[in-house]
């Protein structure tokens, strides 16, 4: 059975950081793509920023210079370092893997989520 496990959210003020991190466990073949994505109140899930298993990145424009994704094979574990955090930054934020096992390729998993709020 596959897992994907977060943790690092809470509460920030404004300007504040956060690390995500997420780790999949199980009998894992390979992992693809990983990324996150947040879902505020009220608003559809968006993309957040992904990384490939090589290492390219991608970032949703309202995050660029700001947020970092980074993974580490060996861990089975993407995180997300996020600076400069503005109230908009305000969501749950889940963890995605596209995971292959021995009797599935690439299938999406999802973690729980993680609240993360931005105020003062």
């Known amino acids: 059975q596959v897992q994907l496990v977060e943790s690092g959210g809470g509460l920030v003020q404004p300007g504040g950081s956060l690390k995500l991190s997420c780790a999949a466990s199980g009998t894992i073949f390979s992992i693809n793509t990983m990324a996150w994505y947040r879902q505020a109140p009220g608003k559809q899930r968006e993309l957040v920023a992904g990384?490939?298993?090589?290492?390219?990145?991608n970032y949703a424009d309202s995050v660029k210079g700001r947020f970092t994704i980074s993974r580490d094979n060996a861990k089975n574990t993407v995180y997300l370092q996020m600076n400069n955090l503005k109230p908009e930054d305000t969501a749950v934020y889940y963890c995605n893997a596209e995971i292959s096992t021995i009797v599935e390729v690439d299938a999406d998993y999802w973690g729980q989520g993680t609240q993360v709020t931005v105020s003062s």
């Open positions: 990384i490939t298993s090589g290492g390219s990145t």
